[in-house]
T-cell receptor, first 114, second 114 residues
Framework: EAGVAQSPRYKIIEKRQSVAFWCNPI?????LYWYQQILGQGPKLLIQ????????DSQLPKDRFSAERLKGVDSTLKIQPAKLEDSAVYLC????????????FGPGTRLTVL | KNQVEQSPQSLIILEGKNCTLQ??????????LRWYKQDTGRGPVSLTI?????NTKSNGRYTATLDADTKQSSLHITASQLSDSASYIC?????????????FGAGTRLAVHP
């Protein structure tokens, strides 16, 4: 079974530029999550989708971050414009549903904002 | 406030030695607790899951314990190997707002030296 795929793996941009990350969850997984993991900290949930609907985006900085999952499969996370404090690893995870199912994580995208 | 605290923050041990990582949580209502292993540059991978009624669960050289009364969990690693070098993250699932949420600890960074 293929795991959660993410791209790119690494991205370096200058502040005020825009960036987009892509995630392809495990086939058949209805729930998709985007996390931000700052160095030395645990992951922080940014947004959770159930199919193509948003379940929780309470910690998403909506003035600069946006995410979509239009067809209920792949998802993109965008930052526009980026700030220095956005430097982090962005993890995508998926699970079969929002119930007590295990979340499977992708390898993450490491973003460096200069 | 739902919180998960881990100790120590970092740990260095020699290959072949045992170690124990700690996790204290103030989460309600508790659903389950997982220990994740996160290798450098990779996403977290689940090691064990424990529910309210479980006290001990093993996965090879990893043994997790849970004391639901004191809200403490530990992860014991036996006969450590170089490949155990990673961050170990304690994650508690809570049912909040009509759906399940994960509360992540900051992790313990373990380095196993030859």
């Amino acid at each position: 079974e293929a795991g959660v795929a993410q791209s790119p793996r690494y991205k370096i941009i200058e502040k005020r530029q825009s960036v987009a990350f892509w995630c392809n969850p495990i086939s058949g997984h209805a729930t998709l999550y985007w996390y931000q993991q700052i160095l030395g900290q645990g992951p922080k949930l940014l947004i959770q989708f159930q199919n193509n609907g948003v379940v929780d985006d309470s910690q998403l900085p909506k003035d600069r971050f946006s995410a979509e999952r239009l067809k209920g499969v792949d998802s993109t996370l965008k930052i526009q414009p980026a700030k220095l404090e956005d430097s982090a690893v962005y993890l995508c995870a998926s699970s079969q549903s929002t119930r007590n199912n295990e979340q499977f994580f992708g390898p993450g995208t490491r973003l460096t904002v200069l | 406030k739902n919180q998960v605290e881990q100790s120590p923050q970092s740990l260095i041990i020699l290959e072949g030695k045992n170690c124990t990582l700690q996790c204290n949580y103030t989460v309600s209502p508790f659903s389950n607790l997982r220990w994740y292993k996160q290798d450098t540059g990779r996403g977290p991978v689940s090691l064990t899951i424990m529910t309210f009624s479980e006290n001990t669960k093993s996965n090879g050289r990893y043994t997790a314990t849970l004391d639901a009364d004191t809200k403490q969990s530990s992860l014991h690693i036996t006969a450590s190997q170089l490949s155990d070098s990673a961050s170990y993250i304690c994650v508690v699932r809570v049912f909040s707002g009509g759906y399940n949420k994960l509360i992540f600890g900051a992790g313990t960074r373990l380095a196993v030296h030859p």
